[in-house]
């Protein structure tokens, strides 16, 4: 087990298998010392989290579906760097999509719930730029969907 995900185990937090791509496409492409990530999703054990935030889910419950979506992604980062978590070096950007109605202007909140949970977790190597943007829908009516640009050895 890497130092990284001992740390994730003080957080309650134990990576699962990577998710396999729902279609035509990879889950990550690594291009030198720098990978991206596709969007993941928001899910937990019972499933898809979903619906509109500003109308079927609050802000709080949003931010939480933010925080799947982070660990989502650091089994993404695990499974690239062959299951070794360690050869992380740091979290280089995050683009956060928010399913939300039209007058919802409280996305960077929501998004929040993955920037913390990563600089919680990680420390300053999860420190990271970001943009968080509204979608009208997104698929399957999940509440949010996040992709990544990490950098490893």
């Not at 990879?26 to 720098?34: E, S, T």
């Not at 062959?82 to 928010?98: E, N, P």
């Not at 190597?125 to 509440?143: E, W």
């Amino acid at each position: 087990m890497s130092n990284i995900e001992k740390k994730l185990t003080d957080f309650g937090v134990t990576l699962a298998d990577a998710p396999a791509p729902a279609a035509n496409y990879v889950p990550f492409v690594q291009v030198g010392d720098m990978l991206f990530v596709s969007g993941q999703i928001s899910r937990d054990d019972e499933g898809l989290i979903t619906g509109k935030v500003g109308d079927d889910l609050s802000v709080e419950a949003g931010a939480a579906a933010a925080r799947t979506c982070a660990i989502a992604l650091l089994s993404q980062v695990k499974a690239a760097c062959g299951g070794d978590l360690d050869r992380l070096v740091r979290v280089v950007k995050l683009t956060g999509f928010v399913n939300s109605t039209p007058d919802f202007t409280e996305q960077p909140q929501v998004i929040n719930g993955c920037s913390d949970f990563l600089v919680e977790a990680l420390g300053d190597i999860g420190r990271h730029s970001r943009s968080a943007v509204s979608a009208g829908a997104l698929p399957l009516n999940v509440a949010v969907e996040i992709e990544g640009i990490f950098q490893i050895k």
